[in-house]
């Protein structure tokens, strides 16, 4: 049962693998902290895409061979990486002007929630007991041409986590294009949900049943069917 | 493979329409582009912008391209530069406008516009005549005045060296405009002098990341 | 002879006074000045304002210096980094305040304060919880938010290498906050790893040029 | 007749000289077009002052020997110049943020009139046969920590040039700090003139006629006397 039930979605790598095949040559992409990091593995191997820190890189690498790690190289989530040629460095304020001036092609957010107008819920939840923190959530949502959000569907307790308007505080407001989780591909366009893919293990109803806003089929749709990457 | 590098001039700025703003870089001759801004000359795209430090010397390059007649305006700092002849004889028969704007305020417009910002409050100009129709406001008592982002269409740059995917170093005090017009147009086009392979410019040397150029064009 | 390096650590920051606003360089640890930090804690300077991106993390530097008392107020971005226990524990016990700013507004704050500008307009925060209590307006139909320059009275920043007029090149990420937290506070205080003589810095790369810097130490 | 007339006042490379000697040990300069650039040639040679040129210099040497000049390596009035060891280049706006920022010492300029306020006139006229330039002049009149001006006293046509209120279009208001002319160091404090040096050939009364404002005689009053410099 407990395997069947994995096999219903995609894993993560799956879900980071779907996100790569978006990404066209020579786009510059910021990856979020966290699952957003594994899109870089997937990107097909003839594409070339510049990827962006926002601590001051262009041109990120992969992680570096065990015991080549420099700590004056990481990347937003403080992780060691490497630099590709033809990457340079740059300052704080200089990276963020190039994230809040619109010249970063995609941003791939995790998120909370994400409502059916585009706004986005991934700083803050209603806890209160911890300090809240935002880092570069808020100028990457509204400088970033296109905002990919990558997260699961539902949440841990089986709420949904597309919204009709989000419960948490946003991030940003209208922001975000297409969102990747591990059941479907759903584009936001005038403030509808357009459900561009999904599972084949899934009924459109079912899929509707674990989402919290309405769902429109597109006329493009297909079936989602990544490859087996464990 | 990225590779921004244009093999022909004409085919830097045949994209260029009508009405376009143009940033042209340059403190004088050191960094404008002039190979560039002669070959926009011989496109058809008429009624011009041209954002610049200077409104040209002598005949050639900026110059040139307004004395074609095809720049309706010119947004500068200083276009009384001893040869700016051409720019000088145009505007007394007010046949091309001018927007003067200070130097400091005139690169701060332009870094605004590249950087996502709508606008900002510099002392600069506060009482004086070129503030008239500016709005005022105070902070910590101080007087400010508020200024707009200045974006372009296209951005002609000149740089030293650069590689595929448009990194690019600048030679000296010919930096000048160069790293924030390219961040402020929506297209930018470098000239430089050098094409070396990705990874040969130091990365803590770049000024120019990749991001901020569309073409790179070797002049020889 | 200019020269702006100082032998004893403990006379970097023995002018800090109560109250002063502290910029300290550093993302994590890429960047950060550990050695100023704990200096600064040795002195008898209380009630600061630490500008920083994080809340430091562990027990040192930034995360002792806070953990000493000597903090009452951290104006950051992201206080919530695994290990920045310290900092989380006085916060929920109300013993320091917080002022919670988006990193690229953070940032751009620094660079206004250094920049000459009273106050800039950013998207980043609109209709947030973060703008509730700030001024908005619209440019071309788009709303921005106000922001204020943030100085500071000392910046603790950290460099690569630096010669006796103050000018610094950094390593790779570490740069970070450095160049733009130099130029804004009236006294800037570097922590670096070499001292050269005055022209082995290739003047292309030098990234804070010594106007910016009063006094480096060497961290052997 | 003639050669008595020259010496009543110092020529332009004794204002150069003597605006050189008020310059101390460490200080970022900023030289305006024109007159002020001698000074860089009367600083005291055990002194190490930093030139700054808005066009993205500091550390800017004297001009370069014939035949080695660079057409990339120029002043703010775009004439060749070197770079000393320590010296750096930065962009325009990096230029102009260090000018507004407040981080120059002391900027020299050239001026039209000067009020006894401190007003500043040195970018327009009233002649409107020209497209008007305004090029850095604002920038550095607000934004440098002390504004000297180095002017003739007089214009020439005998008109004077230290006024109550400028006639000529300001350029920054109560900027000026102290102004160096042909025949006095006059600072300004509390919008008065206050004379802290003038020539041994001129009367203080003779001083005051050549002045569109009220004069105050400092109580550290000296007598400007400059080295022959031909």
């Known amino acids: 049962m407990n395997s069947q039930k994995k096999q219903m979605g995609l894993n993560r790598r799956q879900v980071a693998w779907r996100i790569a095949q978006e990404i066209s040559e020579g786009s510059y992409v910021n990856l979020g902290i966290g699952s957003p990091e594994l899109v870089a593995n997937y990107i097909p191997e003839d594409r070339e895409i510049i990827f962006h820190s926002e601590n001051g890189i262009l041109g990120m690498g992969p992680a570096p061979r065990p015991g080549e790690e420099n700590g004056n190289l990481i990347n937003a989530g403080k992780k060691p990486v490497t630099l590709l040629e033809g990457g340079s460095y740059f300052h704080h304020t200089d990276s963020f002007a190039m994230i809040r001036g619109g010249h970063i092609d995609i941003c791939v957010l995790g998120a909370y929630q994400v409502a059916q107008n585009g706004d986005l819920a991934n700083w803050a939840t209603l806890d209160t007991s911890k300090p809240p923190g935002v880092g570069g959530a808020m100028d990457l949502s509204v400088g970033a041409k296109k905002i990919f959000v990558m997260m699961d569907h539902l949440t841990k307790d089986n709420e949904p986590k597309l919204m009709k308007t989000c419960s948490y505080p946003e991030t940003g407001f209208g922001v975000v294009k297409t969102v990747f989780t591990d059941l479907a591909v759903i584009d936001i366009l005038d403030s509808k949900f357009i459900v561009r893919e999904m599972v084949e293990t899934l009924s459109f109803t079912q899929l509707q049943s674990k989402t919290g806003a309405p769902l429109t089929l597109s006329d493009n749709f297909k079936t989602l069917t990544p490859p087996n990457l464990d | ?220």
């Open chain 2, 1 to 220: 493979m990225i590779n921004k590098v244009i093999n022909f001039v004409e085919d830097t700025v045949s994209d260029v329409q009508d009405g376009a703003v143009i940033l042209a870089s340059g403190f004088g001759n050191a960094g404008a582009t002039n190979c560039l801004l002669e070959a926009l000359m011989e496109t058809n795209a008429k009624y011009l912008t041209v954002v610049a430090n200077n409104a040209g010397e002598s005949d050639y390059g900026l110059a040139a391209l307004i004395g074609s007649g095809k720049v309706s305006k010119v947004i500068c700092s200083y276009p009384i530069s001893s040869g700016s002849t051409i720019f000088q004889k145009l505007y007394n028969t007010k046949e091309i406008d001018l927007e003067l704007v200070p130097q400091g305020t005139l690169s701060e417009r332009l870094r605004a516009a590249g950087a996502g910002i709508g606008g900002f409050y510099t002392r600069t100009s506060v009482g004086s005549l070129l503030a008239t129709e500016k709005e005022k406001r105070k902070f910590n008592n101080i007087e400010y005045v508020l200024e707009y982002g200045l974006k372009g269409d296209f951005a002609l740059i000149r740089g030293k060296t650069a590689d595929r995917w448009g990194n690019i170093i600048y030679d000296k005090s010919a930096r000048n405009f160069g790293p924030i017009m390219a961040a402020a147009a929506t297209t930018t086009i470098a000239q430089v002098e050098q094409i070396v392979k990705l990874g040969e410019i130091d990365p803590e040397l770049i000024v120019t990341p990749g991001i901020y150029v569309d073409k790179v064009y070797l002049k020889k």
